[in-house]
């Protein structure tokens, strides 16, 4: 049975791999980054052999526990795990508890991060070929270690989806995944400062983390090199003690919602007029973008987008700080008007089979268009104005506020225009409606990345013009420069846009019921 769902899982993912192009592409692109992230750690890793075994041990120790901790929250804290081999698909098949989880561990071993993970960490052992009992303990313990990160990302992604079921309790653990990341700048300045101090401080850190569940099992190989014996086995303990609580929790949540798997909270309906409906002209474009702005204010999938929105600052005030100038809080602005232009490229997907009703009632895809786009307008164009004012106005370059607006203004038009566009020719894996908005569809995080990446370059190509003008300004200290490039940000924006929304729209009328289609096989 294990063997079937491994083959399942590779049936699936080469199906989906046929059935697009992109995914293909993504998956392959995948594979040659984890390739070349891969060797460069195994070089770390043999250089290592050649240091002392206390920069050695601090080294793997605090790189094994980042691993683990970044395999079992990662999953939470974006868009999940690709669960290839989803288990609430497999709800009615009498397929044995164990067995299921014996198969989809194995299942997650065998995907690229997992492969990725497995030789990084079966390469700790070169780190102590010097020490032969070392290294054989190090492939003991990586084994170990790579069935925590991979059981620990399917029992928290599990534990969250069972006890996470309602509306306002995805709405909190965004909130309480929201505030830590917010505090994750003065976290790595402190850090920094900590560690800014002495080079001799990471021997003594990753000494702690050794006795924790997250570096316990990385911490084994050293102790045994250097003939802590006693200190070995204790941490080999933990190391094992941990990977059986996350499967002992991991089963307990998956059996949860095999048992009782999660049904839609009824709404109840509002009797407080009209709302947005009321505020937008009576037409279908109108009505389009009182739904989007209903969706905006409401739907926790797209609050989850918004939630990187305030990390800006922070994450250019931290770099800022560190070079102890001020002056890259001026992209501050245009990097916010990226983020949110692209924000609706993935629209029609999050809509999922409600786009029905707009193929139903024959809206043309011109209006889905012009809907979607002010609904989004009318929080993003004030709030990245004012980001730019409030930036300008920190650092005191108010000779480069008209080559700033011009980026900004650009962005935003000819980001609108390209995400017109690309939201009526592709379906993305996303959450449905309902679900939690940190779950993962099969397949959806790499061709997500990828066509980010993808429209991002194109959307660069796009501002090119105000961009360099923009740029020029700055170096020169010509204000003109700026002006001019808050001209064609306005106009060449303004062109993009007319265009994205016609030629979007006529792509959404000739591929919506192929849309439709492709939106009801994701369910």
């Not at 791999?17 to 984890?34: D, E, F, K, N």
């Not at 989007?292 to 989850?304: G, H």
């Not at 602005?333 to 949110?340: D, E, K, M, Q």
């Not at 064609?488 to 062109?495: F, K, N, S």
């Amino acid at each position: 049975m294990v063997a079937t769902l491994v083959r399942l899982r590779f049936l699936l993912l080469w199906n989906s791999l046929r059935r697009s192009p992109w995914q293909m592409v993504a998956t392959v692109i995948g594979a040659l980054y984890g390739l070349g992230i891969l060797v460069g750690v195994v070089a770390g890793l043999v250089a290592l052999s050649f240091a002392p075994i206390e920069v050695a041990r601090a080294v793997v120790v605090l790189a094994g526990a980042a691993l683990v901790l970044g395999w079992t929250i990662l999953p939470v804290l974006t868009s999940g795990i690709d669960q290839t081999v989803e288990p609430s698909r497999l709800v009615a098949f009498p397929i044995p508890l164990p067995t299921l989880l014996v198969g989809l561990t194995v299942s997650g071993v065998l995907g690229v991060p997992g492969i990725v993970t497995s030789i990084a960490a079966l390469g700790t052992a070169l780190t102590w070929w010097r020490f032969p009992l070392a290294a054989i303990v190090a492939i003991v313990c990586a084994a170990i270690g790579v069935l925590t990160c991979v059981v620990g990302s399917r029992m928290l992604v599990a534990l969250v989806s069972v006890i996470g079921e309602g509306r306002r309790f995805r709405e909190a653990k965004a909130l309480v995944v929201f505030i830590p990341l917010i505090l994750l700048g003065p976290i790595l300045i402190g850090l920094q400062q900590l560690l800014s101090d002495s080079f001799e401080t990471l021997p003594r850190i990753a000494t702690v983390v050794g006795w924790t569940p997250l570096g316990a099992i990385w911490a084994v190989p050293a102790d045994v090199a250097a003939g802590a014996f006693g200190r070995a086995g204790l941490e080999f303990l933990i190391g094992v003690a941990t990977l059986a609580v996350f499967a002992v929790v991991w089963r307990w949540s998956l059996a949860k919602a095999l048992e009782t798997p999660a049904r839609s909270t009824p709404v109840k309906a509002s009797s407080r007029g009209l709302g947005f409906f009321g505020m937008f002209p009576g037409t279908p474009a109108g009505a389009v973008a009182a739904r989007a702005l209903t969706y905006w204010i409401r739907d926790p999938r797209y609050a989850q987008s918004l939630i990187t929105l305030p990390l800006v600052p922070v994450f250019v005030l931290f770099y800022s700080r560190t070079n102890g100038d001020l002056t890259p809080l001026n992209a501050v602005g245009p990097i916010i008007a990226v983020l949110l232009a692209m924000s609706i490229s993935t629209d029609v997907s999050y809509d999922n089979t409600a786009f029905a009703l707009h193929l139903q009632k024959g809206v043309r895809g011109r209006d889905d268009r012009i809907g979607r786009v002010l609904a989004l307008a009318v929080f993003s164009v004030p709030l990245c104005l004012l980001v730019v004012l409030g930036t300008v106005w920190l650092t005191g370059a108010w000779t480069a506020l008209p080559g700033l607006l011009g980026i900004t203004v650009g962005v935003l038009l000819s980001g609108f225009a390209l995400s017109s566009l690309v939201s009526g020719m592709f379906v993305f894996a996303v959450p449905a409606p309902g679900e939690s908005p940190f779950k993962s569809k099969p397949g959806g995080g790499v061709s997500l990345t990828l066509s980010l990446l993808v429209t991002w370059s194109i959307l660069a190509i796009l501002v090119l013009p105000e961009l360099v003008l923009a740029i020029i300004g700055f170096t020169t200290g010509q204000v003109v420069y700026g002006w001019i490039s808050l001209a064609i940000g306005v106009v060449l924006g303004a062109v993009l846009l007319v265009i994205g929304i016609r030629v979007g729209g006529r792509t959404l009328d000739r591929r919506g019921p192929e849309l439709l289609a492709q939106l009801q096989r994701q369910n």
